[in-house]
């Protein structure tokens, strides 16, 4: 209230509605409630929009991408079961392959020992006659323990002679002479031994 010159109270023409107030700010916070939610549908729908675009071709990698992991593990399991049969068959081929393989080598040593045997053989004069031939394998060297008789022991180191010369020797000597009578009555008999490199 104020007063007037005259002393009279006079009521003010600035007046605050309070309610007036309070509805215009329930109204701004209305219309901001219902833009958010209206932005948010709006959010929604696009991203459900999105889903829907994307979800088949997603659905269709996922179906593919599934499809050849199962292809792929399939194979696998393929080659494993070809790999275990394959192991199987070579566990199962190993011993016959190392008995060839002994049996190679067998044969190529046997072979070796003849050829070295005829060696020897063939290194006999025409006035000598062996009545004995032994044979032992130490190491790498091959030995020929030969018994023989001559009608000389002139005969005795041609025979010696020869088995110097032969290919693959490593020594020869008469490790024993007697005289013996059994082919000629000047003859002698004689142990020779030759020895050979070996490498089988």
């Known amino acids: 209230m104020d007063t007037s010159s005259l002393g009279r109270a006079q009521r003010s023409t ?14 701004t916070e209305r219309a901001r409630i219902a833009e958010s939610s209206r932005n948010r549908l709006i959010g929604l729908g696009l991203s459900l929009a999105l889903f829907l675009l994307a979800a088949p071709p997603l659905y269709r990698y996922q179906g593919a991408a599934t499809r050849a992991a199962h292809n792929a593990q399939a ?8 790999r275990a049969a394959l192991e199987k068959k070579v566990e ?6 190392e008995e060839s393989e002994l049996m190679d080598r067998l044969q190529k040593q046997s072979n070796g020992v003849v050829d070295q045997l005829v060696g020897v053989l063939n290194a ?14 130490m ?6 323990q030969c018994t023989a ?26 490790s024993s002479a007697r005289q013996s009578a059994q082919i000629a009555p000047t003859g002698v008999g004689f142990d020779l031994i030759k020895k050979v490199e070996w490498a089988p």
Do not use: C, H, M, Y
């Open 149 to 174: 008789e001559a009608e000389s022991f002139e005969q005795a180191q041609a025979f010696l002679a020869n088995a110097r010369s032969a290919p693959g020797s490593k020594d020869a000597f008469l």
């Open 92 to 97: 199962e081929a190993q011993p016959k392959l």
């Open 124 to 137: 006999v004069p025409a006035g000598v006659a062996l009545s004995g031939v032994k044979v032992d394998v």
């Open 139 to 144: 190491g790498g060297t091959l030995t020929f």
């Open 75 to 82: 194979k696998a399991d393929q080659s494993a079961e070809q």
């Open 14 to 27: 600035k007046t605050i509605n309070v309610e007036a107030n309070l509805l215009s700010e329930r109204l």
